[in-house]
């Protein structure tokens, strides 16, 4: 999605129907809506924002130290 600033992409939680979806816009603006929580649980929490593509990288970088800790 960074290089050709097209696209959506969906991450999707397997123990609920939580996700965070990413979608760049022709004008280059990244929409990142999602949910945090299951609809069937007492409380969840439903977001969305705009932002531009300049977050992807580092978003990227993190996910990447997320998952190599979990593998530690």
Partial sequence: ???TLSGKTVLNDN???GFVEFEIEPNECLNVSGQVGGTNEDHFLK???QTDQTC???FVQDFNSLLTYQND
């Fill in 15 to 17: 123990d609920s129907n």
């Fill in 1 to 3: 999605m960074h290089s």
């Fill in 47 to 49: 977001f969305k924002f």
């Fill in 56 to 58: 992807i990288p580092p």
